[in-house]
């Protein structure tokens, strides 16, 4: 199986307008840097935690999805949604919402991130 997280980060009001603000967000150096410290923290824990939520969701729907969260100063995680809440998708969301990630960039506060989920076999 091959999973592709691709990471970014959103801040707006409605779901859609989260992702776009998170694609913005991704294109400056400090965007680039949270990323890959965000990376390096979770990138394991997240295929980790797909699987498990692929295998206890059996037969799963292994569509794509998209998680937006909101991180405070301290790195814990807020308003965690996914699109579309398929189950695989909401019992991962309910893992990460569980997560400390590294701590984000000074401004915005909260700092909203976006992952874009893709599955394959």
């Known amino acids: 199986m091959f999973l592709a997280l691709i990471f970014a980060f959103a801040g707006a009001d ?3 307008a989260r992702v776009q603000a998170a694609k913005a967000l991704e294109t400056n150096a400090e965007g680039k840097a949270f990323q890959a410290k965000l990376w390096d923290k979770i990138g394991n824990p997240s295929t980790d935690a797909l699987k498990g939520c692929i295998k206890s969701n059996a037969p799963a ?3 794509a999805f998209t ?3 909101a991180v405070d100063a301290e790195g814990q995680t807020s308003h965690v949604v996914v699109q579309p809440a398929t189950p695989v998708a909401t019992c991962f969301a309910g893992q990460f ?3 400390s990630l590294p701590a984000p960039p000074k401004t ?3 700092y909203p991130i976006e992952i874009d989920i893709t599955m394959t076999e």
């Open 14 to 16: 409605g779901f859609d």
């Open 61 to 63: 729907d292994t569509q």
């Open 67 to 69: 998680l937006a969260a």
């Open 97 to 99: 919402s569980t997560w």
């Open 108 to 110: 915005p506060r909260p």
